[in-house]
């Protein structure tokens, strides 16, 4: 890896230049979103006074990328590194494969760009090997992957090491993702990472106190923060129609129905399958704390959670919280005639429907009068 430091101030941003030594330095935007440099927020500069102008310049500043969307994320830290003489640069990651249910290291000679786009216009250039929990990387896998990778015979002992490096941080810290980009080689032979993502799997994290303590809030969606408090799932988009379901499969499907019906979800919203009423309340608090949702869709299949349990807690919910949007309520499976009966006798002004494609169609009418 490349020397360097986190800065939170242009003077620290100096000093950390300063301590580095070297003329040439790079500054690095530090958000949770990809495509900084296309951005601007990664930039090469020289010399100590560069780095803490381009620093002032960063830090507090507004970096939109195709990541982050139109309101983009504002800036708190930057990453001070050295520069480095390149002469390659490649991309190395590793990850699960379920339809093949193993992990996959991928490799290719085309780093530093977007690896979807190489896949998509020169899938030649891409290797790809099955790696075993058993085995691990083996010593045929890494000289293959680094032939691939254009290595020298005499660097590939450098580029298994840094394979096996992979492996270890993919499997120690339960990752689904640990990706490098680019992986460069240097002027003078290094293999240096030069840029790299981790993504850890949520249902591990139990085991890594030490990863939690990382958690960025800064980074994230108060209303996210806020559902996974309850044990919620919560993805804010930027639709009008608030939806809450449960299942992620039922979710997916909710919002694919909505934009059939010329209309746009607001959030992906899972309260589970054994939500209780305290859950359902807390996901309307969340769900009417979005001022763009002019309308809700709630879409449930009762298997563990009832739905004679769920309209009790829709009902409190809304009384509770007086919601003023319309909502319109689909629900099949256990106990669903009490479900419905207790929403028809509630004296509240719930719409519902049978069947998916009815509620998505009056959602999508309720939601454009409540935007007019």
């Known amino acids: 890896m490349p020397r360097g430091a ?11 230049a300063q301590e580095l030594g070297t003329a040439t330095l790079v500054v690095k935007a530090q958000i949770h979103a990809g495509g900084r440099g296309k951005g601007g927020g990664v930039q090469v500069v020289q010399g100590l006074n560069e780095v803490e102008s381009v620093a002032g310049e960063m830090l507090g500043s507004c970096l939109v990328t195709h990541q982050t969307g139109p309101a983009g994320r504002t ?15 490649l991309y190395l990651s590793l ?8 992990l996959v290291m991928i490799a290719s000679s085309a780093g530093g760009i977007d690896i979807e786009k190489v896949a998509v216009d020169s899938p030649e250039l891409i290797t790809r090997e099955s790696i075993r929990l058993e085995t691990g990387v083996s010593d045929v896998q890494a000289r293959q992957l680094s032939a691939a990778l254009g290595f020298e015979e005499s660097q590939f002992e450098t580029a298994a090491q840094v394979m096996r490096a992979v492996y270890d941080t993919y499997t120690i810290n339960d990752a689904t ?34 990863l939690v303590e990382l958690r960025d809030l800064g980074e994230e969606e108060t209303l996210e923060i806020e559902a996974s408090k309850h044990s919620l799932s919560y993805i804010r988009l930027d639709g009008n129609i608030g939806c809450m379901v449960n299942g992620a499969g039922l979710a997916m499907a909710t919002m694919d129905i909505i934009k059939f019906a010329g209309g746009e979800p607001a959030n992906f919203l899972d309260v589970g399958g054994g939500a209780n009423a305290g859950q359902i309340h807390e996901a309307f608090k969340i769900l009417i704390s979005d001022e763009n949702v002019t309308a809700v869709l709630i879409n449930i299949f009762g298997g563990i959670l009832r739905c004679d349990v769920l309209a009790k807690g829709v009902i409190a919910a809304v009384r509770g919280l007086e919601v003023r949007v319309p909502i319109v309520v689909r629900m099949e499976g256990t106990n669903v005639d009490q479900g419905r009966e207790l929403l028809k006798d509630s004296g509240l002004n719930f719409s519902t429907a049978s069947t998916m494609a009815e509620a998505a169609d009056r959602v999508v009418a309720l939601a454009g009068k409540g935007e007019a």
């Open 6 to 16: 986190v800065a939170f101030t242009p003077g620290e941003s100096k000093q950390i």
């Open 75 to 89: 800036v708190s830290r930057v990453l001070i590194e050295e520069g480095l003489d390149i002469t390659k640069e």
């Open 95 to 102: 990850l699960l494969d379920r339809s093949q249910e193993c």
């Open 177 to 210: 993702l640990v990706e490098i980009n680019p992986l460069i080689v240097t002027g003078s032979g290094r293999v240096v990472a030069l840029d790299a993502k981790i993504t850890l799997d949520d249902n591990a994290l139990f085991r890594h106190a030490n």
